[in-house]
């Protein structure tokens, strides 16, 4: 019974809890043990029964359900960035071991107003700095396709968790790909919304210009429920506008009518790409066409600085916003005779090195003398990757790109080589540097260069800004077309 209810949809699922044909406590259950299990290290917290699902007791479980309960009793992996009132909350990082927030995110607030448990909270890089999960205070989560590999980062932990069938879906953040591309990486679908359709308040900040939150599912109907509850206006972020008119459950089963770019600077020409990620890049933008799509090339010609760029702006906005991690309000204290004493032993200790060199790069980067040449310089790069976006959605709706150069790669491969590592976000950090939504789907397994087991192979799609129902319109159209089987793939069943 409980592997039958472990393959049911999120949309089936809160269908059958609606209709009164399925217990939402039985399916919790289900989950639970499920999760209870987990080999992968993708959960740092898990709920021990139901009422902490709820979280009760705390102002979460005392706001309205929405009565139609699009998300009726679906339980959620949440990236452990995200605040949950009493529940511990680390971003990953030991320097916040011990902290219970006295609040819960808007975002998963918002999942509970839909009816949605929380049925865990999951492993991620460090204050979501990374793209492997190697880097989180916890230990790597693993990939369930392949226990020696990553699940890709940093919402590793979310995406190992759906697809390894701990959880039914998750939520994510995505700063430069942290969603879409362990999603690639795990076979499953991640959105990255527009910047502003979902509310940062509650959400561990990393770097505040770019860190949206976002669903990972196994399908892009699941993605749409998900991020219809969170998506919306809050007066707690200033940032936060929502999308006009809310998300659209997508129906699309065609793609006429709609055209489609293709960069070249993020496909055939992009750096790293692996022959069997192109193969299934290549074959599925030949479904588009199939599909009625009309594809050409275009170009993105400042996207190729687009790491450049992110790793001057994120480490800048990371140094400031961790600030406040210094023994005295959150998590770890390491006492210390004087207080700037204590303030460096606990950040010595508590913080890891991915984290300690980007303070430092961060720091450096804003410094004065340097601000211009470093911070300033990479402003004027991402507003050239914006423009470049602009220009392409004059011609076309959507622009496309493989998600990942590479499928999921060996534990410790790239742990020594943080410019490898950087690369791995060659195409998903150009649509943050410009704030537009892009989704990434399963299209395929492919092996890693030089050999290995077949992985999954993710599919980018982006918009222009507050497209978000239209991609994921798209991504429903492709994912009927590409018919993706883990089972029969060599993948998690
Ligand atoms: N891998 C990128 C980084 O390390 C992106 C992380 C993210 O999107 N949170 O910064």
């Not at 790793?311 to 600030?323: D, F, G, I, K, R």
């Not at 023994?327 to 770890?332: C, D, K, P, Q, T």
Request: with cysteine; net charge negative.
């Amino acid at each position: 019974m409980s592997a039958e209810l472990i393959e049911l949809t999120v949309a089936e699922a809160a269908e059958r809890i609606r209709s009164g044909e399925l217990a939402a406590d039985e399916y919790f259950d289900a989950y639970r043990e499920a999760a209870a299990g987990d080999s992968l290290n993708a959960l740092l917290w898990r709920a021990e029964n139901g009422a902490e699902a709820d979280l009760e007791g705390t102002r979460a479980a005392q706001e309205e359900i929405d009565p139609e309960r699009p998300l009726a009793g679906i339980p959620v992996a949440v990236k452990d960035i995200f605040c949950t009132e009493g529940v511990p909350t680390t971003a990953g990082s030991r320097i916040l071991e011990g902290y219970r927030p006295p609040y819960t995110a808007t975002a998963v607030r918002g999942l509970r107003r839909a009816g949605a448990r929380v049925l865990a909270k999951a492993n991620m890089d460090e204050f979501a700095m990374g793209s492997s999960n190697e880097n989180s205070g916890y230990g790597p989560a693993l990939n369930p396709w392949d226990s020696g590999r990553v699940p890709g980062g940093s919402s590793g932990g979310s995406a190992a968790a759906v697809a390894g069938r701990l959880a039914p879906c998750a939520i994510g953040t995505d700063t430069g790909g942290s969603i879409r591309q362990p999603a690639a990486l795990c076979g499953i679908v991640g959105m990255k919304p527009t910047y502003g359709a979902v509310s940062r308040y509650g959400m561990i900040a990393f770097a505040s210009s770019l860190d949206q939150c976002g669903p990972l599912t196994r399908n892009v109907t699941d993605a749409a429920l998900l991020l219809r509850a969170m998506e919306g206006r809050d007066p707690c972020d200033s940032t936060s506008v929502g999308i006009d008119g809310g998300i659209d459950l997508p129906s699309r089963e065609d793609l006429k009518g709609l055209s489609f770019g293709v960069p070249r600077e993020l496909s055939s020409e992009a750096e790293g790409i692996e022959s069997g990620v192109r193969e299934v890049f290549e074959r599925t933008v030949g479904l588009i066409e199939q599909l009625g799509g009309e594809v050409s090339e275009t170009e993105l010609r400042h996207a190729p600085h687009g790491i450049s760029a992110y790793y001057v702006l994120a480490p800048a906005e990371a140094s400031a916003n961790l600030a406040r991690f210094d023994g005295v309000r959150y998590g770890l204290r390491v006492e210390a005779d004087e207080l700037t004493g204590m303030y460096e032993r606990t950040r010595a200790q508590g913080f890891g090195p991915e984290v300690k060199r980007r303070i430092m790069l961060g720091t450096y980067a804003l410094s004065s003398g340097y601000y211009e040449a470093y911070y300033g310089r990479a402003q004027r790069v991402r507003t050239k990757i914006a423009e470049d976006f602009s220009k392409a959605f004059e011609r076309f709706d959507f622009v496309v790109t493989p998600t990942s150069p590479t499928v999921a790669f060996e534990l410790g491969a790239k742990t020594d080589d943080p410019l490898a590592m950087y690369l791995n976000d060659y195409c998903t950090v150009p649509m943050p540097l410009a704030g537009i939504p892009a989704i990434s789907i399963p299209a395929g397994v492919a092996p890693p260069d030089g050999g290995g087991p077949d992985l999954p192979v993710g599919f980018q799609v982006a918009g222009r800004a507050f497209s978000d129902s239209g991609i994921l319109d798209v991504a429903h159209a492709l994912e009927r077309a590409i018919d993706f089987r883990p089972d029969r793939n060599g993948g998690p069943a």
